[in-house]
Protein backbone atom coordinates (compact mmCIF):
# COMPACT_ATOMS: atom_id res chain seq x y z
CA UNK A 1 0.00 0.00 0.00
CA UNK A 2 3.01 2.48 0.69
CA UNK A 3 4.09 2.25 -2.73
CA UNK A 4 0.50 3.12 -3.87
CA UNK A 5 0.30 6.01 -1.77
CA UNK A 6 3.66 7.40 -3.16
CA UNK A 7 3.34 7.30 -6.53
CA UNK A 8 0.30 9.36 -6.71
CA UNK A 9 2.54 12.17 -5.07
CA UNK A 10 5.86 11.69 -7.55
CA UNK A 11 3.99 11.36 -10.47
CA UNK A 12 2.01 15.04 -9.31
CA UNK A 13 5.20 16.40 -8.56
CA UNK A 14 6.40 15.39 -11.71
CA UNK A 15 3.81 16.75 -13.54
CA UNK A 16 4.03 20.11 -11.42
CA UNK A 17 7.53 20.07 -12.70
CA UNK A 18 6.99 19.44 -16.21
CA UNK A 19 3.78 22.29 -16.46
CA UNK A 20 6.17 25.00 -14.74
CA UNK A 21 8.75 23.93 -17.48
CA UNK A 22 6.56 24.16 -20.41
CA UNK A 23 4.92 27.64 -18.77
CA UNK A 24 8.26 28.93 -18.58
CA UNK A 25 9.01 28.69 -22.36
CA UNK A 26 5.96 30.32 -23.16
CA UNK A 27 6.80 32.99 -20.91
CA UNK A 28 9.34 33.37 -23.42
CA UNK A 29 7.01 34.15 -26.52
CA UNK A 30 5.81 37.22 -27.28
CA UNK A 31 8.39 38.94 -24.93
CA UNK A 32 10.65 41.57 -26.21
CA UNK A 33 13.69 42.94 -24.24
CA UNK A 34 16.02 45.57 -24.58
CA UNK A 35 18.26 46.05 -27.06
CA UNK A 36 21.31 44.53 -25.34
CA UNK A 37 19.25 41.46 -26.05
CA UNK A 38 20.15 41.67 -29.84
CA UNK A 39 23.30 42.42 -29.89
CA UNK A 40 25.09 41.27 -26.52
CA UNK A 41 28.13 43.89 -25.49
CA UNK A 42 29.84 44.11 -29.12
CA UNK A 43 27.65 41.92 -31.52
CA UNK A 44 25.91 38.58 -31.35
CA UNK A 45 25.52 35.95 -33.88
CA UNK A 46 21.77 34.46 -34.28
CA UNK A 47 21.57 31.01 -36.11
CA UNK A 48 18.37 29.97 -37.95
CA UNK A 49 16.29 27.46 -35.72
CA UNK A 50 13.27 27.20 -37.82
CA UNK A 51 11.30 29.33 -40.84
CA UNK A 52 8.01 29.22 -41.28
CA UNK A 53 5.79 30.43 -44.16
CA UNK A 54 2.54 32.90 -44.20
CA UNK A 55 0.41 30.01 -43.08
CA UNK A 56 2.40 28.94 -40.13
CA UNK A 57 3.68 25.48 -42.10
CA UNK A 58 7.28 24.96 -41.48
CA UNK A 59 9.56 25.95 -44.64
CA UNK A 60 12.35 23.19 -45.28
CA UNK A 61 15.82 24.99 -45.53
CA UNK A 62 18.36 24.50 -48.55
CA UNK A 63 21.00 26.05 -46.19
CA UNK A 64 21.16 25.30 -42.77
CA UNK A 65 23.84 27.73 -41.99
CA UNK A 66 22.12 30.71 -42.17
CA UNK A 67 23.18 33.13 -39.60
CA UNK A 68 22.74 36.87 -38.61
CA UNK A 69 24.93 38.91 -36.64
CA UNK A 70 24.05 42.24 -34.97
CA UNK A 71 26.37 44.25 -33.90
CA UNK A 72 26.16 47.10 -31.27
CA UNK A 73 26.95 50.01 -33.80
CA UNK A 74 23.33 49.36 -35.71
CA UNK A 75 25.10 47.26 -38.36
CA UNK A 76 24.35 43.18 -39.38
CA UNK A 77 25.51 40.61 -41.69
CA UNK A 78 23.60 37.76 -42.79
CA UNK A 79 25.22 34.73 -43.90
CA UNK A 80 24.78 31.28 -45.44
CA UNK A 81 27.52 29.20 -47.27
CA UNK A 82 26.86 31.04 -50.75
CA UNK A 83 26.59 34.38 -49.52
CA UNK A 84 26.86 37.49 -46.96
CA UNK A 85 24.60 40.42 -47.04
CA UNK A 86 25.82 43.42 -45.20
CA UNK A 87 24.03 46.78 -44.23
CA UNK A 88 22.26 48.70 -41.52
CA UNK A 89 18.96 48.34 -39.04
CA UNK A 90 17.18 50.15 -36.46
CA UNK A 91 15.28 48.74 -33.71
CA UNK A 92 12.50 50.13 -32.12
CA UNK A 93 11.63 48.98 -29.31
CA UNK A 94 8.43 50.42 -27.97
CA UNK A 95 7.24 49.63 -31.93
CA UNK A 96 8.45 46.46 -31.53
CA UNK A 97 9.42 46.54 -34.81
CA UNK A 98 13.52 46.23 -36.58
CA UNK A 99 14.33 47.65 -39.90
CA UNK A 100 17.41 46.19 -42.08
CA UNK A 101 18.30 48.16 -44.70
CA UNK A 102 20.61 46.09 -47.00
CA UNK A 103 24.21 47.93 -47.54
CA UNK A 104 24.32 47.11 -51.42
CA UNK A 105 20.69 47.51 -52.84
CA UNK A 106 19.52 50.20 -49.97
CA UNK A 107 16.00 48.62 -49.63
CA UNK A 108 14.44 48.33 -46.31
CA UNK A 109 13.20 45.23 -44.70
CA UNK A 110 10.83 45.89 -41.85
CA UNK A 111 10.11 42.53 -39.14
CA UNK A 112 7.90 42.47 -36.76
CA UNK A 113 10.15 41.75 -33.55
CA UNK A 114 7.95 39.04 -31.83
CA UNK A 115 10.77 37.32 -29.18
CA UNK A 116 13.50 39.00 -28.19
CA UNK A 117 15.57 37.41 -25.62
CA UNK A 118 18.89 36.74 -24.33
CA UNK A 119 18.73 32.96 -26.29
CA UNK A 120 15.44 33.49 -29.13
CA UNK A 121 14.65 36.03 -31.99
CA UNK A 122 11.82 35.77 -33.60
CA UNK A 123 11.58 38.03 -36.62
CA UNK A 124 7.95 38.32 -38.31
CA UNK A 125 7.21 39.29 -42.07
CA UNK A 126 4.09 41.64 -43.32
CA UNK A 127 2.77 38.45 -44.66
CA UNK A 128 3.42 36.67 -41.39
CA UNK A 129 6.04 34.48 -42.54
CA UNK A 130 8.62 34.20 -39.72
CA UNK A 131 11.84 33.18 -38.64
CA UNK A 132 12.78 31.75 -35.72
CA UNK A 133 17.07 32.36 -34.24
CA UNK A 134 18.94 31.09 -31.23
CA UNK A 135 21.87 33.04 -29.99
CA UNK A 136 25.27 30.99 -30.58
Known sequence: MRKLAYLPTTWLLAAFVL????LSACSQEGKVGEAS???????????????TGATGD?????????????FQNGT????????TLTGKYTFDQAGKKITLTDENMGTDRVFAVTTLTDDN????APDGSAIKLQAE
Not at 58 to 70: P, S
Not at 76 to 83: C, D, H, L, V
Request: glycine share 2%; hydrophobic share 35%; no cysteine.
Open 37 to 51: SLYGTTSKKWSLAKE
Open 58 to 70: KVEQADDDQTFTF
Open 121 to 124: LTLT
Open 76 to 83: YNMATSME
Open 19 to 22: LISV
